[in-house]
């Protein structure tokens, strides 16, 4: 049957207990007390209210609710007895009162406990069985200890309250005067001693410090992975003592032969010398518990600090997730007495680093109820967040302690799990949050200086590289087509034109980039829209001179390489491929060290299309006066201007995470603007290869403005009306929140048009019906004669259009509601073929075209014939796609 399980303890060692202990099988549910925000409601793990210090209380709520085990966190309830006893007598703690009640209970007796509950018993301890440790005096006289600071034949400037002090109590001294000042500090504030005003004061020793933890069942120990805990608060070590703002596992400076020499020496003479003495390190009538040995690595060989006798915090929070057994079977075998034959085993290629997130003045005051965010991104990274002091308050969470949150990665080395719980770090927060950025970083430069150097050291991982391969092959496998061999790994691609069923072909190849849009992504940590970005960038430039996309290549360069984030990228990019219709043959992944900063890359893309030499486009020849137009829709801003936009978004006070106050309803800003760029080459090449298109142009980077002109002869100019396509909303909130001009809008962004064909009056419906099938599109334009001095594209109507944002088709619904139109529009009728002339600008005419664009009208106009030509009416009937015809009559 299933056991209840109770934690008792309320910071980030009892949520790492609770969440390692509900993954057991055997374990039916998990009740921590008082627990916090993490530990409330969380699968198996719930909190309880029950009064855990009063142990007769606590014992009779574990056999009502059928509690199979309890597991003490805190040092506290542990050292009950000892607390407030200057005469160390082994009055009941937690586990003596309720192993007494036969509730089973993890953890030391409070006699057991002394080690740590008192230094004058811990070090008195170690001199009697020459358990190395660092020379020391224990006083009661802050006179007599301030003379022998000033007297010994060693530093004596390590100042130590003797009795519980939450890490805190431990004072390094630069010089005797400060050491003195300690002593008289601690003396006065009895808060920091649980043997009233005893003081302990000890040699300052040089080296390595590590936490050495083991299980013990009282006669065996099977020691944990050494770890290593980060004691001040900032960066480099520096600032005050705090009860640890990190730590990582395992410690490359204790190797195996270390490890051993200090279970022997250390850790199973603590746990036979304690039996010896009579107070066997074992809670009373149970035989388990877990004790943790502060050494210093100095040259003379290890030295003991100081013992706990409990997980360290945070030691537990980056041990735990490295323990591959059984928490709940581990406990079970050191009760049974089986540790020696059943030793837990951990993992044994990882590392783990926990970064401590901390309350603004840690560890003086500090604000309580502060709002923390971000949590749901973090797990969602691959990271375990553990909660210390939160709670929950309608409905989020918020900081209730010093320590407040702690982070945990496990990855494949120290220096991975070091970037990725930084990350996690910067993913969520809470106003004034304090954390430290270089958890781990003695045991880096270890490593740098023990081995020798490869070329993942200089940061290029060859490894992730290989790995990133094998993980993209069957995505390249999958744009497979005719002509191509998409097999990755060769030094170059294959593609048979031949096959690929061209008879007489020009290549074409086009290479782009996406442009400062990367950085919203990787702000975002949205990574799988950037490949149809680059893919249409490319395609769509290959297009304009008529061309089949053939197949692909990308380039992603990077500081380090994130696999997950590279195989979303590239992954990205071979679904767009498939949606292009060509293959991706092949690529480059560059790690570049120092070029780039950590996290960030850059993407670049290079397509070869083809096209029959008789259908390359542009037909320069062939572009008339009159011609027109055709606009398709873009999806947004696509990949072009995002260094403006970027600069609106800050002039606008907005983050990515805020609401969009364009786009789709229920998006963020980062969300609307990572929209991907449209693909057209599905949709165009049928229409290309049939004729009907003169030209073609990718509306990119130079906007509406600079594209257009490059698809058409020096002597034509382009007559845009912009109120005749719609226009995303983004495009009119970047006008008006960045002030920006019409000029600068038409040159920067495409306002709505990913691409313009250039067609034949004659085939302008056509083309429009075949493009409508499957895409918004428009006609939008005209060409003209362009006059000397005139600019070579003029948009009319856009600041208007901007303004009024909407469907193209508004004009046609105003005519309706001013009783334009009447009839039943859903009864089809037979039209006539209408032919209309004029003489100037048209002004009947325009009437006449909104008329008959109702579904009652019974007339269509085919042509429009006017007697002069240049005038506005001709324009007006070409911008409604109209066939026009200029007849001069010349009189006799």
Known sequence: MAEKVLVVGSGGREHALAWKLAQSPQVQQVLVAPGNAGTANCGKISNSEVLV???????????????????????????????FSSTLTSLPGIVDDLTAAGV????????AAQLEASKSFSKAFM?????????????????????????????????????????????????????????MDIMKDRAFGSAGETVVVEELLEGEEVSCLCFSDGSSVSPMPPAQ???????????PNTGGMGAYCPTPQVNQELLQQIREMVLQKTVD????????YVGKCTLFCVLYAGLMLTKQGPKVLEFNCRFGDPECQVLLPLLKSDLYEVILNTMNGKLASSAPLWHQDSSAVTVVMASAGYPGSYKKGVEITGLS??????????????????????????????????RPSLEAALQAANQGVAAMGFPGAVYRRDIGHRAIAHLNQHRGLTYKDSGVDIAAGNKLVDMIKPLAKATLRAGCNAELGGFAGLFDLKAAGFVDPILVSGTDGVGTKLKIAQACGQHGGLGQDLVAMCVNDVL?????????????SCSSLDVDVAASVVGGIAKACEMAGCALLGGETAEMPGVYSPGEYDLAGFCVGAVERGA???????????????????????????????????????????????????????????????????????????GAVKAYAHITGGGLLENIPRVLPQELAVDLDASRWSIPSVFSWLKKEGGLSEEEMARTFNCGLGAVLVVAPLDAQRVLRQLQAHEEAWIVGSLARKQPGAEPVVVRNLTHSLLNAGPASSAELVVEQNGGCHGDSSTPRKRIRVAVLISGTGTNLQALIEQVKCPSSSAEIVVVISNRPGVQGLKRASLAGIQTRVRIIIHH
């Open 377 to 410: 991104q973090v797990q969602d990274m691959g990271l375990q967040v553990f909660h210390a002091g939160t709670a929950l308050k309608d409905g989020g969470v918020v900081s209730s302690g010093g320590r407040v949150l702690t982070v945990t990665a496990v």
């Open 544 to 556: 304009a001179q008529g061309a089949e996309p053939l197949f692909f290549l990308d380039y992603f």
């Open 53 to 83: 210090s009063n142990h007769a209380i606590l014992a009779q709520f574990c056999k009502d609710h059928h509690v199979g085990l309890v597991v003490v966190g805190p040092e506290v309830p542990l050292a009950a007895g000892t607390l």
């Open 229 to 239: 805990d980060h004691k001040r608060l900032q960066d480099g070590d520096l600032g």
């Open 104 to 111: 089973p209970c993890f953890g030391p007796s409070a006699k």
């Open 616 to 690: 390359l486009l542009p037909r320069l020849g062939d572009i008339t006066e009159g011609d027109l137009l055709i606009g398709l829709a873009s999806s947004g801003v696509h990949s072009n201007g995002f260094s403006l936009v970027r600069k609106v978004l800050e002039r606008a006070g907005l983050s990515y995470s805020s609401p969009a106050p364009f786009g789709k309803s229920g998006q963020t800003v980062g969300e609307a603007l990572l929209t991907p760029t449209k693909i057209y080459s599905r949709l165009l090449l049928p229409i290309l290869r049939s």
């Open 273 to 280: 010398r304690m039996k010896e003495e009579g107070t066997p």
């Open 127 to 183: 001199e009697r069985h020459g358990i190395p440790t660092a020379r020391y005096g224990s006083f009661t006289d802050a006179q007599e200890a301030c003379n022998y600071i000033r007297t010994a034949d060693f530093p004596a400037l390590v100042v130590k309250a003797s009795g519980l002090a939450a890490g805190k109590g431990v004072i390094v001294a630069r010089d005797p005067d400060e050491a003195c000042q300690a002593v």
